[in-house]
T-cell receptor, first 114, second 112 residues
Framework: EADIYQTPRYLVIGTGKKITLECSQT?????MYWYQQDPGMELHLIHY???????EKGDLSSESTVSRIRTEHFPLTLESARPSHTSQYLC?????????????FGSGTRLTVV | RKEVEQDPGPFNVPEGATVAFNCTYS??????FFWYRQDCRKEPKLLMSVYSSGNEDGRFTAQLNRASQYISLLIRDSKLSDSATYLC?????????????FGTGTRLKVLA
């Protein structure tokens, strides 16, 4: 039973469309993250949040934006999708005392922009 | 140089074999360490944390060598179901925040 949910699981969309990838967690975790991962490649941090109204850009430059209005919800938005955005997007969360706590990942959204 | 480095593999081993992966990290101030498992087209899942004294969980043993800045994962009596990519993760404390750094992963294929 998942404690962190991502929707949709798969998305195929045309160039130029605005899309929002949803991520929700029921564990009350303060910290949430968005990673991008191409097949067989490493995870790249694109956004993170340490709590409500806190958002930061990650290591990998991304044209996406995020918001954190509620603790449990951390959506990622692409204003105008492009084929270069095709990838898997993984959401994760961790407890406030993040030093020893592992991450819990959602099942991911596999995005294809045509 | 990458902050966390792993041999990408693949490591092809027969069922029942013992296999070991190493991972090196560059930041000597790294605070904590983990091994994650990722199946093909799935999300990473925490396999085990790595403690300074070394720790074991069933067939899996993790060890940390701070002096040489590497961690290892040993899998005994490999099963077909162990086939996956194993990600080394290091948690660094920089600028007042903790930051997870993921390795690129080592692919393991256990063969019947």
């Amino acid at each position: 039973e998942a404690d962190i949910y991502q929707t949709p699981r798969y998305l195929v969309i045309g160039t130029g469309k605005k899309i929002t990838l949803e991520c929700s967690q029921t564990m009350g975790h303060d910290k949430m993250y968005w990673y991008q991962q191409d097949p067989g490649m490493e995870l790249h941090l694109i956004h993170y949040s340490y709590g409500v109204n806190s958002t930061e850009k990650g290591d990998l430059s991304s044209e996406s934006t995020v918001s954190r209005i509620r603790t449990e919800h951390f959506p990622l938005t692409l204003e105008s999708a492009r084929p270069s955005h095709t990838s898997q997007y993984l959401c994760a969360s961790s407890e406030r005392t993040g030093q020893k706590a592992g991450y819990t990942f959602g099942s991911g959204t596999r995005l294809t922009v045509v | 140089r990458k902050e966390v480095e792993q041999d990408p593999g693949p490591f092809n081993v027969p069922e029942g074999a013992t296999v070991a992966f190493n991972c090196t990290y560059s930041n000597s101030a790294s605070q904590s360490f983990f091994w994650y498992r990722q199946d093909c087209r799935k999300e990473p899942k925490l396999l085990m944390s790595v403690y300074s004294s070394g720790n074991e969980d069933g067939r899996f043993t993790a060890q940390l060598n701070r002096a040489s800045q590497y961690i290892s994962l040993l899998i005994r009596d490999s099963k077909l179901s162990d086939s996956a990519t194993y990600l080394c993760v290091v948690n660094n404390h920089t600028s007042g925040t903790y930051k997870y750094i993921f390795g690129t992963g080592t692919r393991l294929k256990v063969l019947a």
